[in-house]
């Protein structure tokens, strides 16, 4: 479990495809070392880690970590969000965030309002109904703010803090982002399918 807040990056020294799969070697601002099969969110992306002798760290990404996700585009050079799994005890300072990327967007538009920097994001139809004005989603692993969601996109006002510590800050319009929604609305529309398909019949 993770809380969607940055505090280190991580840049991409390897990655190479495997049978079906790849594996991604990355290496990171956090002095803390890793333990062997430690959980990592690497853009959002749960990810099982391990050490190599020189201090970088070492995933496996399934086929269908691959697909889903954009990680598949991942190249040498590019800086990445990570995030340590969420510690008993720790504050929780953005939301709970699993690690497990329900869909993708693209970047379609970036507004500056001051210091203030409003992102706007497409999202598929599918999912568009989790997301709620003032809710909770992740975008790339970052825990943020939902504005003036519709059927086809949504937007957030990301704050300099944000746009200093996580990749967000460096945007490219038509590029690619991990969504993960609210997992509390996922379970209660799973819940509710079932009474909302009697009343429809």
């Not at 992102?119 to 809710?135: I, T």
């Amino acid at each position: 479990m993770f809380t969607g807040i940055i505090v280190h990056r991580g840049t991409i020294e390897a990655f190479e495809r495997a049978g079906g799969g790849a594996r991604l070697r990355l290496r990171t601002t956090d002095p803390e070392p890793f333990a062997r099969g430690e959980s990592l969110a690497v853009n959002g992306v749960c990810l099982t880690v391990l050490p190599d002798d020189d201090g970088a760290l070492v995933a496996d990404l399934s086929e269908e970590t691959l697909a889903r996700t954009t990680l598949a585009n991942v190249r040498a050079g590019m800086q990445v969000n990570v995030e340590r799994a969420l510690a008993v005890g720790e504050r929780l300072g953005g939301h709970l965030v699993q690690g497990h990327v329900d869909a993708t967007g693209t970047l379609l538009s970036v507004t500056q309002e001051g210091d203030f920097a409003v992102y706007r994001w497409s999202v598929p139809r599918d999912y568009a109904d989790l997301l709620v004005d003032k809710g909770s989603v992740a975008v790339d692993g970052v825990s943020l703010t939902v504005v003036e969601p519709d059927a086809n996109s949504f937007g957030a006002a990301l704050i300099p803090e944000t746009l200093r510590r996580t990749n967000l800050g460096n945007p490219h319009i038509g590029g690619g982002v991990n969504l993960e929604f609210d997992v509390v609305a996922k379970y209660i529309r799973q819940l509710v399918a079932p009474y909302l398909a009697k009343l429809s019949s």
